[in-house]
């Protein structure tokens, strides 16, 4: 009898011990719960140096196809080495007549805006947000092609590791980025994660032709951690050195593009719906003070 009372005094005992754990799981901080999680990563293409081109465009904008076929040729060119973004922004990107698709995004604005690099003539595009001779920062898109070799002589300062995790069902996005200095660096850097999307079918003016299928590609959609980024270091870095960075929680299906108005009339806010198989987390590290890139990456996030 005192044996089966001993057991039984076991067996509630584990009994509450279980209880217990059920009532007060461990949970990982900073991950999203989802149900249906894809995870990518760039690691079999990241130990080289990529450059990247900012293309500014409008689906208003007549020479605008011109500097999108440059973009398309060097991307096939170069492949994963060169990592291309179509910003929508301005007064050709603006909805107008039969135009009526809206392309702009927050970041796009401020990027094109005088907070940003004031650009004035489309096409034109940042390569590394760096000015290489004979134009400044933002180049005309007949002189592309002659930069890219420059461009993509500057050193390989930093190697980025980037692994996403996805959840398909809920659209939730994390975001884990691992920066190792391939030499020393002293200024401040951001990390900045935007979102592009391939394969968007509209209308497009091409030198006075409306052009009712023309497929936009590498379109940006959104920043996921602002315009300018969040700050990956605040000190410099020996060569060696590794830094990580993780943005978790982001919203892939709560997008939006506000228009901003005049009182009293009030803000409009578009959402902005993608399509997430045709998605790209695009991340890359900048100067904090000159804006200037020194290493991007892409990701296909499904």
Known sequence: MKKLISIAIVLITVSFMSCDRIKTPIIKKNTIVGTNFVTKNNLAVSNYKKTILEEFTGAQCPNCPDGTAVAKNLATANGSSLVVIAIHAGSFAKPYGVYTADYRTEAGDKLQGTSGFAIGTYPSG??????????????????????????????????????????????????????????????????????????????????????DDYEFEHMLRGAVNSTWGEALTTSPKAAGDTVKYSYNNFNVNGMAYTIVKNPPAVNEVKPIVVNDKNLYAVVFVCNAATREILQVEKVKIR
């Not at 590394?128 to 898109?141: D, F, L, M, T």
């Not at 050193?155 to 391939?182: R, S």
């Open 126 to 211: 940042l390569i590394n947000r760096k000015a290489y001779p004979p134009s400044g920062v933002a180049a005309y898109w007949s002189a592309w092609a002659g930069i890219m070799p420059t461009a993509k002589s500057d050193p390989f300062i930093v190697k980025l590791d980037v692994t996403t995790n996805y959840d398909t069902i809920n659209g939730a996005l994390n975001t884990d980025v691992k920066a190792i200095f391939q030499t020393a660096y002293s200024a401040n850097l951001n990390a900045c994660i935007y979102l592009i999307e391939e394969g968007i079918v509209g209308k497009q003016d091409d030198h006075g032709v409306e052009i």
